[in-house]
């Protein structure tokens, strides 16, 4: 039912469900099977299936086909057939439109095609084959065709505003589908259409047509099976037109013409030559200028429209345009001659004398675009594309007029002399017409024919004036006082008429006046010119100095002062074209009179010597015999002396620069010489004469050289300052330089000083440095004069009472030698007072030396020094501290009110008796006031040495602060601090305080199975102001709740509970919690809190796992069971599947799933459904609200899919796609494939894998039938490569896509050597080698964007290179060389990823012969028929030296024997008796491997009795250190030209004591000198040295600077004997030790201004922190609470230089121990008990169980240690100690013993220490025989060091390798004996050995 069936071919419509009815007939029976006959193709795969009835079947395509069904019954008995009918329809398809090779989708919202872009005004188009339509349907018969086909295109118009073809539609011819042919069921057409003239799409949205083609197929509508319209295709296609540029448009009127006359419209010359074009024409263009179409116009951005160029057939016609007048609105020139602008405006100017019709062509542009073709002319645009122009013509009428007169002159300057006499220039004028150009008989030349009959004349106002002619001046000056400058006034010798008939000339005369030139003409003189000085020349006889001058003259136009002549030509024509032309030429020209130098000259005062006295100054009347005494005022002692100028008046008369004029305008120089320049600072010298004159300019100046005597001869000559300068003559006279003694001299460092009033206690007496470079004074002659000083001070009283009032009292005393003054104040003087001392030399004071009786000679100078002692208030005084407190106090926190009395002790006033009465009071204040809730303060008590401290510690506070008090008195302030200030600390030390714990939530609530973090648990209060304290906590479960959690819960830091429940678990625990802080102390724990965890049940949903996501099905099987789901877990719940989402219709009943995962289907029609797949457990239902349970027993959602087949396909299941990393080698996975079926159970399957790029691998991927999936990736491959895996059995192949992923892995880079080994010459210094490597590469291609950095390594024992190999950014290897050798270069090449390659190349430098070198010394001046010889050559080196090659030019006739230089540098010249010359000598010095360079020598001989001044050099500075003891330097001067007969010395001004250790010395040889000195320890500076050299003839003097550079000397401290052990008993925080170290220094004197900072840090870390140290050398250090020792490395740094920083160091010990065992030993004759710890040893490392001390003695003790048993040891051993106390002293030493016992007995002992050969044989301890170290500190026994420091640091079972540092024999004793302290403990480096110790030994001299 029903028996008939209806649909169509694509499976939809008609009936879908189809039952067969069966009915056995008899009881017990049931029908079974069913068997079918088709008959049609129709209809496939029918099956029944029995006893549901269901009917499956495949509908194959339309019409009619018969089932027969017969069905079997279980008994085999078979029923009649019944015909079940199917009756399948056809739905039509709709056709398939492909444009443009694109197919398109049916009815697609976008187009799938685009016609060919053209461009505008393209004309028709035609797109053959553009449309293909297909009608087959292929279950249809006959086929079907195309019925209809159209096309609309939108929009079809240009949409725009204003343009006169808006709304027009875009093709002229619309697009049409045209041309088709038909094949088959296909029709291939062409596409047809024409684009409307000057359209175009591109101003469209979006930028094309879109053009819709409609396509119907005869199949109809009638069988769409439910699809609308299934007959018809719509698809749409693009059309694009682009615009192109079309040409401007512009008109200019037919036949415009713009008129004009000649030469500018007579305005010639005004604006024609080199000005701006004037404008000749407006707006010639009739139309304006656009772009052309609209759409250029107003399409945006618009076009821009402008002149191109401009070109004129004759452009000689016109003036060429100056820059910048000529461009357009782009920027560019238009035309070189005529320029157009944009509104149509015309420019140009016309040359001259040019006339005619002129064609212009105008070429107008827009910046559009155009086709370019080839070539491309002036290419514009992105598409490389020129731009569009369009050109009109128009003409230019230019018209004559008259020209004036052509004169044409020879020259327009004419420069002749001052003085030149007559002139006459022929032919000066070399042309005159009447027009323009030259004369020419020639009809066509200039002047043009309407001008050839005019008459030209020069104008003459004295004669007669031609008819027609207007007449002038004949020759007219500018100005005309210049008619002044000529004795004959230029004039013409043929003033005309001239007429064009023959060629015209004129010759120019005149003569210039005396003396007179344009440059006196426009000078402003000096003086007053006379009325008549252009006449005569002179002056004025009756004013011959002042005169009466005009009005300064000038000259127009005449920038060169010269006159200008000016004359005027005129021809007869007259002013043509209605005024319009020019008659008139006016000619002008320059004459200029050139000034010529006329000689000075002078008359010198007759006096051939003029005598001065040394350091003579000021003003002489003329005698020169004049001296001064100096003043105060003129001496300079304390720098160089400043000469003052002499002046001589009146030495001068007679004196001119050469004539009157030349005195007004021209100066006189004065130029000296003489044979002594070394008398003289400044000068001799006379001023320049220049106007105006004034008397000085007659004296003569100079200034002496301080102390200069002797005589100078002086060479005297003048020039002026004319255009050719000219020198006077030269004369001569001396200057006679007499000596004076000059006074003692000295420098006052003060002239003042002031002192506070002294007492006993500061001292009273006091040493200033006053006066420095104590000296004779004068010059060198007075050098050798004693100087001695009386000194006294003053006021002195006259009464008792004056006396008392006195400041002084014994004798002052002045260092000679140091200038170091030394007085003594009395106790408690003020006031005022002065110290004279007078120097006075032994020179003496000489006659009466001046004519007016002056004394010059002095021999005694006096100073003062201003003493001034102020009055002051000195300072109260007082200590801190107690013997119980100390000065700085420990507390503990929250420490009531305290008083501690007498605290400040020693209070006192002052300690000067007049101060007693003074009221004192003490102001405390605390660095930090937070501390106290009292402030601490002082009282002091009436007339009580003692003050009480009162303070009270702020609640809740700790750390430490400085308490700053200050002792005030009531005494005056003024000259001196009259306040004490004194500190101290008050620590306070934390007391910890209970914790509190609270719980916000005293239940709390989790999930069974669940597990995490809950915040907010549990809030903690540590205490106050410890909220940094880390809190701890421990929980205890109380009562049975342990399983309800995987481990049990804990509460974190922050205090989070931090959980894990246990799985299917429910129930309710109390948790109690405590909470520890980690402050310490008995108050760290909290009491404890409780919380209670509820656990509440959880439902947890089952989990399971798809075996496939794709079930095949087969039609009309049985009911089957298909493996779908696996890995269920339900956690033991009962549970089912849910099945959902499918389509029902596929299956005769509802889907259903196994408990096992097998999927139950009956199916019963063909298709495909998608499947939903849940698991629900049964857990049980409740309400998490009342804290029952919680369910969540539903698992997610899986999807599978089922395909119901006829026939199952062939099929598989994919693995996982495949990630693996670069280079891993081969990859295979068994079944990567699964479910690998087929329908035909005997095909044979196989598996290819295409579609991949095999070329990235090296084994291909394969798959094998089974499944296997392998493959190999080549080297260096990574990324993604996708492939296909296809399964096939023969006849049909099913495929699948997957992929490989392949990490990429870095690889190292790699390069070439190109070089193995590089050879460089020694001598090549600095090497750059390029193409060291090569094939650089970072890896593979995927690797290439990293940066590789290239480097060199050496191996530090290389000493080839002065500059180590590097590689340049270019990977050039660069590196100097220094050394002979070869060296190994690893080459490494690193990426950005750290991997590198390298390898190995070798430089070798060869040896280079090194080229010889020497010093040479200066040129040689010796005497004729004199041998010379000196050591000239020094610093000579070389390899192989041959000696000294010289050669010589000019030697000829000069020398008896060939000038030499021998192997060691000596000089040797033998010149001839009675001769003078110069020689050159060229000096090389050779060897096997070369030549130095060539030295040229002059050697100059002079006559036999001529003297040769000394020569020397001098080094200008010496560079020393501080403190770097003696100095040497040679070669400190070069010494020459020593007189023979003559011994030479060399002295240096006394220098002070305290500079040298050493004075400086100075050794003289014949050519050199060697400087000694050694300056003083801590002194650095400049000392400056004044040096003079003499051999009695000569004296050189020179100078010197030692340069003593600072350098940072070590800070220095000290630590107490006492300190240098610490011990403590108890914990303390920031405890201070006063004065740890003392005399804290930075260094010596000149240091003192650095800061010391000073620092200590352990060696071990057993302190919580490192100590510090004050400046004040407290130290401030924390001790832990446990036992313990550590090293102090106590250091102190200065900030001086950081180049130069200095740092000293000490070593100290730190030692903790809590209890003590007393044990009652005398020491020192004492009963002080001597402790031992009964936990020393702890400090041994050794396990004790008990400690037993015996044999106590007055000398010490014996203590045993029994050591417990450990593991693996036999028995026990008592280790023993005996501890030997020395009377008197620290250092106690201890024997410990390894001793034979039974456990836990201890042996008596006596006091002998055991010998050795008892020691180490029980047991194999590792403790032999050993001496340790004891210090005892307070009564206190400590071991220095501990047995596990020893064993580390101290014992070595090797030998010393020097058998000489070893003290004693080997085999000594084995005790170690250490009688240091324990900082020589510290520094040992040495081995452990398990095995016995036998011996150790101990280096001599070292520290151990």
Known sequence: SPSTITGNDKGTGGTTTVVVGCNANDVGQSCASAAVTVTGTSVSGVSVAMPAGAVTYTISGPGVTTVAVIITDNAGEVSAPRTLTFNIGSINDPPVVTMGGTMCARNAATPCGAAPTIKEDAGAQTVTGFFRFDTDDPLVTPLQSVASKTIT???????????????????????????????????????????????????????????????????????????????????????????????????????????????????????????????????????????????????????????????????????TLPAGSNLNANGQPTGNEIHVDDMGNVFFTPAKDRTGVFTVTVVVEDDGEVPCTTPCTNPRGPDNQPLQATSQTFTITIEEVNDPPFVELSTRVINVDEDCGPQDFNEFIMEITSGQGRYAPLPHLYPTPDERPQIVVLQDPTGPCPAGFMCASKLELIPPEAEALFKAVPVLDNTGPFTNLMRNTANLQFECAADRSTTHYNHVPCGMLPPNWAQNGVPNPTTPNYWTPPTTPTLPNSPTGSVRVRMNFQDNAGLSLGGCGQDASFIEFDIVIHEKNDPPSYTLRPMPTLTIFEDSYGVDPGNGLQCKPPTDTDRHPCGPEEPKELKIDNWLANFTTGNFFEDQFEKLTWLFTTDHGEYFYDGPKIDQYQCPFVDDMKSLRMTLEPHATGVATVYVDCVDSGILPIKCGEELFRIEILAINDPPDACPAMNSVTYNECDLTTGCVYEERWLRNINPGGGADERQQTVSAICNWGPKGTTAADRERELFEGQVALDIHTGDIKFTLKEYAQGTGWIDCTLRDDGGVGPTLTVNGTHCDLDEWSFRLGVTVNPINNPPTFDFGTATHGMDLVLEEDTPMQTILGFATKVSPSFDPQERTQSIAFTCVADDPSFFTTQPSISLSAGSTEGDLTLEPTPNVYGTTVVRCVLKDDGSCTNKDCDTEGSFSVTILPVNDRPVLTVPNKVVRVYSGSAGVLRGVIAADPGPNEDDQVMTYTTKLLGSGSSLFVQPPEILADGSLQYAAAHNVNGTVEVQIVGTDNGGGNNDTSLPVQLTIIVIPVNEPPTFSLTTRDVYLLLNSLVTETPVAHDIDADGDDYHFELSGYDTTLFKMPLSMSLDGLLKSEPQAVGVTSVTLRAVDHGRHCDPTNNTCRDVGVSPTQDFVIQVVNVLPLRFIKGDNVNISEDAGRWSQLKWATGIASSDPLANLSFTVDEYDAKLFTEGIQLTPKGELSFQTAENVNGVIPFRVCLTDGVAQTCKSARVTVAPVNDPPSFTLLKKEIIVAQDSQANHVEWVLTELLAGPPDESGQDISVTAEVSPDCMIFSEAPVFTTQNVLKFAVNQQGSCPVIVKATDELGLSHESTLTI???????????????????????????????????????????????????????????????????????????????????????????????????????????????????????????????????????????????????????????????????????LHFEPTKDFYGDIPLSLELTDTRSILQGSTVLRVAPVNDAPSFSVPEENRLLHFTTAAFDTVVPLFVKDISPGPVNEQGQSVTMSAVQLADFLPKNPSIDAGGNLRISIPAKVGTTVLHVKAVDNGEPQMQSVATEVVHIAVSTDTLEVRVGVDGTRTPLQIREDVALLLNVPVSRVAVQDVSSSGAVVSFVEAKQAGQPSSKVLQATLLATPGSKLATAHITSVPTSVGTPQPSSTKPPSSESSGTNGGSSLSPLLIGILIAGGVLLCAVTAELVRRHLITKESPKDSEAVHGDSSASPDLSVSQSPSSLTNLQTTVESNPIDSVFVREGQQN
Not at 164 to 191: E, H, R, Y
Not at 260 to 272: F, G, K, L, S, T
Not at 1458 to 1470: A, R, W
Not at 1526 to 1533: A, D, G, T
């Open 153 to 319: 295109c939108t929009p079809n118009a240009y949409s725009c505003t204003g343009d006169p073809s808006c709304g027009t539609a875009l093709f002229t011819a619309p697009p049409s589908i045209t041309g088709c042919t038909t094949a088959g069921t296909v029709q291939t057409c062409n596409l047809q259409y024409t684009v409307a003239p000057d359209e175009f799409t591109e101003g469209l949205s979006p930028g094309e047509v879109t053009c819709t083609v409609d396509v119907r197929d005869s199949g109809g509508t009638a069988a769409c099976g439910g699809t609308p319209n299934c007959d018809t295709t719509e698809a749409s296609f693009t059309v694009k037109v682009t615009p192109v540029n079309d040409p401007p448009d512009f008109a200019i009127t037919p036949g415009y013409n713009i008129d004009i006359v000649e030469d500018c419209a007579c305005a010639w010359p005004a604006w024609c030559s080199g000005a701006a074009p004037q404008q000749q024409a407006t707006n010639i263009f009739s139309t304006p200028m656009s772009a052309g179409k609209y759409n250029e116009i107003v399409q945006p951005p618009g076009q821009v429209v402008t002149v191109k160029s401009v070109t004129v057939n004759d452009p000689s016609a016109f003036e």
């Open 1404 to 1570: 070798k430098v060869d040896a280079v012969a090194q080229k010889p070198s020497f010093t040479p010394g200066g040129d040689v001046v010796v005497r004729a028929g004199e041998e010379y010889v000196t050591k000239w050559a020094t610093d000579i080196t070389g390899t192989d030296l041959e000696g000294f090659t010289v050669t010589t030019t000019n030697a000829a006739g000069l020398l008896e024997e060939p000038l030499t230089v021998s192997p060691d540098g000596v000089l040797q010249v033998k010149p001839l008796n009675a001769v003078e010359g110069t020689l050159t000598a060229y000096v090389v010095l050779r060897s096997t491997t070369g030549t130095s360079n060539t030295v040229e020598v002059k050697v100059t001989i002079i006559a036999k009795d001529s003297y040769v001044p000394l020569y020397w050099e001098v080094m200008p500075s010496i560079d020393t250190q501080e403190d770097g003891g003696s100095v040497i330097i040679n070669n400190f001067c070069k010494v020459g030209n020593v007189t023979p007969g003559y011994s030479t010395k060399l002295a240096i001004a006394p220098t002070t004591s305290t500079t040298f250790k050493a004075q400086p010395v100075v050794t003289v040889s014949a050519s050199e000198c060697t």
